[in-house]
């Protein structure tokens, strides 16, 4: 049986620990997803996905004091990509802006690691066609 190609995930993070973190759990699902790259600005995000192409962001609403979720569009203009924001804020307008903006989902960082991975799964995930 021939494995599809991983899942291609880059992570917008200004903390390198949150960073390195994700970008480990990601990679530890290997073959099924690996971390492409990582990015702590809005400007490094815009360009590393116009240049890397990958299928799923993963976003932090906060990019030190930079609104995260303005990125959103301009991503997925830059790549057809989805993006699943994951953040440590608790309010619920939260989510719905980054879903008005074209987000797949919200995880919240206090989640467990699985529901992080099942939602980049599942923005990855092509359509089914429905009869």
């Known amino acids: 049986m021939i494995q599809p190609p991983p899942v291609r995930v880059l992570v917008v993070d200004d903390h390198p620990a949150v960073r390195l973190g994700v970008s480990r759990?990601?990679?530890?699902?290997?073959?099924?997803?690996?971390?492409?790259?990582?990015?702590?600005?809005?400007?490094?995000?815009?360009?590393?996905?116009?240049?890397?192409?990958?299928?799923?962001?993963?976003?932090d609403v906060n990019l030190a004091g930079e609104d995260g979720l303005v990125l959103i569009p301009a991503m997925r203009r830059l790549a057809p990509c989805q993006v699943v924001v994951l953040t440590s804020l608790t309010d619920p307008a939260v989510e719905r802006i980054a879903m008005a903006l074209g987000a797949s989902?919200?995880?919240?960082?206090a989640a467990p690691a699985q529901?992080?991975?099942?939602?980049?799964?599942?923005?990855?995930?092509?359509?089914?066609?429905r009869r």
């Not at 360009?47 to 890397?52: K, N």
């Not at 989902?105 to 960082?109: E, G, M, N, S, T």
Request: include cysteine.
């Open 25 to 59: 759990l990601i990679d530890g699902e290997a073959p099924r997803m690996c971390t492409v790259g990582c990015a702590a600005t809005g400007d490094e995000a815009l360009e590393r996905v116009e240049h890397l192409q990958p299928h799923v962001v993963v976003l």
């Open 105 to 109: 989902a919200q995880v919240h960082k």
């Open 115 to 129: 529901v992080l991975l099942d939602r980049i799964e599942a923005a990855h995930a092509p359509a089914v066609p």
